[in-house]
T-cell receptor, first 110, second 115 residues
């Protein structure tokens, strides 16, 4: 079945550091890809999405590009802030279901 | 502020109690979902309602009973739960599947503790 693999965490960075969280997927067909973020004590929020190959999703300084040839959707941000500390989930649509990766805990220190 | 509202935010119940979790959205979405999330894990799909009809039940034990009274409301009735059912229960909504590219709107969750 369809699946999502995220880089293992947790990830700890200093403020203004560059962030990359790797995500690869296995899917039949052409799924849409997503990054969701979960701040402490909250539900999940959609951070960005891409619906077809070579699309770039972006939001709040975060970016991810749908790479069909490498089946990847890596999340990047050029300069992280303390407020970016959260758990990040890569996900794909699988029929009427959303399949999540295991999540990556990001902590940004001042 | 989330547009999906869940109540209560916290619930503690004994194994013999009956309680309910409630979810409300006013975005006109016709698909609504219940997810269960354990600590440091991704959400696990439990139920999906589409146009107020149950369309997906992920083999959830019968001690969890969903209900969708109308297009804005979703309930999860709880009875005879086990301590391992303690988790964060997330409600979500979305446009109907045929229009939806997977964007779900989540509530903040109801944190359930079963003693």
């Amino acid at each position: 079945g369809d699946s999502v693999t995220q880089m293992e965490g947790p990830v700890t960075l200093s403020e203004e550091a560059f962030l990359t969280i790797n995500c690869t997927y296995t899917a039949t067909g052409y799924p849409s890809l997503f990054w969701y973020v979960q701040y402490p004590g909250e539900g999940l929020q959609l951070l960005l999405k891409a619906t077809k190959a070579d699309d770039k999703g972006s939001n709040k300084g975060f970016e991810a590009t749908y790479r069909k040839e490498t089946t990847s959707f890596h999340l990047e941000k050029g300069s992280v802030q303390v407020s970016d500390s959260a758990v990040y989930f890569c996900a794909l649509t699988s029929g009427s279901r959303l399949t999540f990766g295991e999540g990556t805990q990001l902590t940004v220190n001042p | 502020d989330t547009e999906v509202t869940q109540t209560p935010k916290h619930l503690v119940m004994g194994m013999t109690n009956k309680k309910s979790l409630k979810c409300e959205q006013h975005m006109g979405h016709r698909a609504m979902y219940w997810y269960k999330q354990k600590a440091k894990k991704p959400p696990e799909l439990m139920f999906v309602y589409s146009y107020e009809k149950l369309s997906i039940n992920e083999s959830v034990p019968s001690r969890f009973s969903p209900e969708c009274p109308n297009s804005s409301l979703l309930n999860l009735h709880l009875h005879a739960l086990q301590p391992e059912d303690s988790a964060l229960y997330l409600c979500a909504s979305s446009r109907p599947f045929v229009e939806n590219t997977g964007e779900l709107f989540f509530g903040e969750g109801s944190r359930l503790t079963v003693l």
